[in-house]
């Protein structure tokens, strides 16, 4: 089983500010199968990114994903009000489809 | 729109038996598969399994999943997650969704179903 281990657990950060959220495999991500989903309070995931960096349909281009192997990072070039959140890797080459635990990215 | 629509809400005693829908009311979902994921209260989120509308009888689950089992009606484009005997434990806000690409289940999971809540009590 592939374990992702998501830091930090908490990012404090301030509207117009860039955040950086990392997501970290136990083994290599075979064709960089790692999706990100963004959840707000009381409503179901939403996809924002999709092979480690396409972003989905409709998703703002401050948006980003990168990364390869066993290292992904979502960046937000410029915080919104809607975009505090809680954020999960996911990944999708290998059975057990696992997550990671979750950053929230909440206002300071 | 494309969309997945889940049963309402259940409140259940620990014990009884429940079963929960997700239906593609569009009927456009015939050769995806779709995904259960839970989330218990305050935390992340579980792959619970996968099945094939296309072929019901094809399913992925981790192995650690046994107490719960998924199912499909191709005819009606609907999954279904039931269980024989409800715990406490089993308390947990479940979602549906649709691997995103036809015939695979290795992609990602959009679109999500709303949640359907079941609350086990004893």
């Known amino acids: 089983e592939i374990v992702l281990t998501q830091s930090p657990g908490t990012l404090s950060l301030s509207p117009g500010d860039r955040a950086t959220l990392s997501c970290r495999a136990s083994?290599?991500?075979?064709?960089?199968?790692v999706a990100w989903y963004q959840q707000n309070p009381g409503q179901a995931p939403r996809l924002l990114i999709y092979g480690a960096s396409s972003r989905a349909t409709g998703v703002p281009d401050r948006f980003s994903g990168s990364g390869s192997g066993t290292e992904f990072t979502l960046t937000i070039s410029r915080l919104e009000p809607e975009d505090f959140a809680v954020y999960y890797c996911?990944?999708?080459?290998?059975?057990?489809?696992?997550f990671g635990q979750g950053t929230k990215v909440e206002i300071k | 729109e494309v969309q997945l629509v889940q049963s309402g809400a259940e409140v259940k005693q620990v014990g009884e038996s429940l079963k929960i829908s997700c239906t593609d009311p569009?009927?456009?979902?015939?050769?995806?598969?779709i995904a259960w994921v839970r989330q218990m209260p305050g935390k992340g989120l579980e792959w619970m399994g996968s099945i094939y509308l296309g072929d019901p009888n094809i399913k992925d689950s981790p192995s650690s999943q046994g107490q719960v089992t998924i199912s499909a009606d191709k005819s009606i484009t609907t999954a279904y997650l039931q269980w024989s005997s409800l715990k406490a434990s089993d308390t947990a806000m479940y979602y549906c969704a649709r691997h995103a690409s036809q015939r695979s289940q290795y992609n990602w999971l959009d679109p999500w179903g709303q949640g359907t809540l079941v609350t086990v009590s004893s």
């Open positions: 083994q290599s991500v075979a064709n960089n199968y």
């Open positions: 996911q990944q999708y080459c290998c059975s057990p489809r696992t």
């Open positions: 569009g009927y456009r979902f015939t050769n995806y598969w």
